[in-house]
């Protein structure tokens, strides 16, 4: 089944503790993206990737990194993070115009 | 950067009624599309609509888009319950690298 995937779906942390948000694609898309979304804002862009090797910022990449070594997976980095990193966080494929979405991971930053 | 805005942010209709949900944008546009997201999971493409167009239908779903109001509507026909989620419209601006730019949603609760 085409998919993408996101582990862990929900994770509670402490600030400061590194945590890694991986993402897997297994449609060869060469795009893929990580957004995050909060009440009354909607989703908002962090990273996005047009092929392996190749990221850029999205609107809100402060907090976080992102790595592409391989082009199905995808995963989202927060060195330090901070309570307000808490949110929920999707990540995304694209063939032509359309994203394909994870399920979303829901992070809590005590 | 926010690019669309919905309009209403909520919507309550009776199931079997028509649910009408508008987006306005800020900047030109390559295309806009609709997802759908039932309630905490993800995003779900609907129907895409490109610039040098004005209408598109897919089954119950209809688009407009007006280009120099920079707006766009979706129409859902004959609603039932199973259309209760959020709707959010994407703007891929020209000249980008073809990253979509969410609004903040309309939520539609279709009761039965």
């Known amino acids: 089944e085409a998919q993408v995937t996101q582990n862990p779906r929900y994770l509670i942390t402490v600030t400061g503790k590194k945590l890694t948000v991986t993402c897997s694609q297994n449609m060869n898309h060469e795009y893929m993206s990580w957004y995050r979304q909060d009440p009354g804002l909607g989703l908002r862009q962090i990273y996005y990737?047009?092929?392996?090797?190749?990221?850029d910022k999205g609107d809100v990449p402060e907090g976080y990194k992102v790595s592409r070594k391989e082009k199905r997976n995808f995963p989202l980095i927060l060195e330090s993070p901070s309570p307000n990193q808490t949110s929920l966080y999707f990540c995304?494929?694209?063939?032509?115009?359309?994203?394909?979405f994870g399920p979303g991971t829901r992070l809590t930053v005590l | 950067s926010q690019q669309g805005e919905e309009d209403p942010q909520a919507l309550s209709i009776q199931e079997g009624e028509n649910a009408t949900m508008n987006c306005s944008y800020k900047?030109?546009?390559?295309?806009l599309q609709w997802y759908r997201q039932n309630s905490g999971r993800g995003l779900v493409h609907l129907i895409l609509?490109?610039?040098?167009?004005r209408e598109k239908h897919s089954g119950r779903l209809r688009v407009t888009l007006d280009t120099s109001k920079k707006s766009s509507s979706l129409l859902i026909t004959a609603s039932r319950a199973a259309d209760t989620a959020s709707y959010f419209c994407a703007t891929v601006q020209g000249g980008s690298q073809g990253n979509l730019i969410f609004g903040k949603g309309t939520k539609l609760s279709v009761k039965p």
């Open positions: 900047t030109s546009i390559n295309n």
């Open positions: 995304a494929s694209r063939l032509g115009n359309e994203q394909f």
């Open positions: 990737s047009m092929n392996v090797e190749v990221t």
């Open positions: 609509i490109r610039s040098n167009e």
